[in-house]
Nanobody, 121 residues
Framework: QVQLVESGGGLVQPGGSLRLSCAAS????????MGWYRQAPGKQRELVAT???????NYAASVKGRFTVSRDFAKNTVYLQMNSLKPEDTAVYYC???????????????WGQGTQVTVSS
């Protein structure tokens, strides 16, 4: 019904940068918000950054000032620019979107498959 595909993850040294992208496709009528979560081994999934249509950006305190979330509304795409990366940023990063489908059935939150970000020297 709805698919979210992330890309841009990889291995980077501390202090480096990565840019993640996530595109939503399928039977989409509208999207109310998009954002990013991450999950490190043995840890709970946590919010990284979200951008609802209201424009009220939300960042985790640990990434504020280093990460920037943005959206291309026409392309149903969300980005995460990650600068000054630290080893503690290592995690699988998941894209999420609140989606209203064309037919209504299946509306709700959708998740991508995740993309691995590893910060290590």
């Amino acid at each position: 019904q709805v698919q979210l595909v992330e890309s841009g993850g990889g291995l980077v040294q501390p202090g480096g940068s990565l840019r993640l992208s996530c595109a939503a496709s399928g039977s989409i009528s509208s999207i109310a918000g998009m954002g990013w979560y991450r999950q490190a081994p043995g840890k709970q999934r946590e919010l990284v950054a979200t951008m609802p249509n209201s424009g009220n950006l939300n960042y985790a305190a640990s990434v504020k000032g280093r990460f920037t979330v943005s959206r291309d509304f026409a392309k149903n795409t969300v980005y995460l620019q990650m600068n000054s990366l630290k080893p503690e940023d290592t995690a699988v990063y998941y894209c999420t979107a609140e989606v209203k489908t064309v037919v209504g059935v299946g509306s709700g939150d959708y998740w991508g498959q995740g993309t691995q970000v590893t910060v290590s020297s």
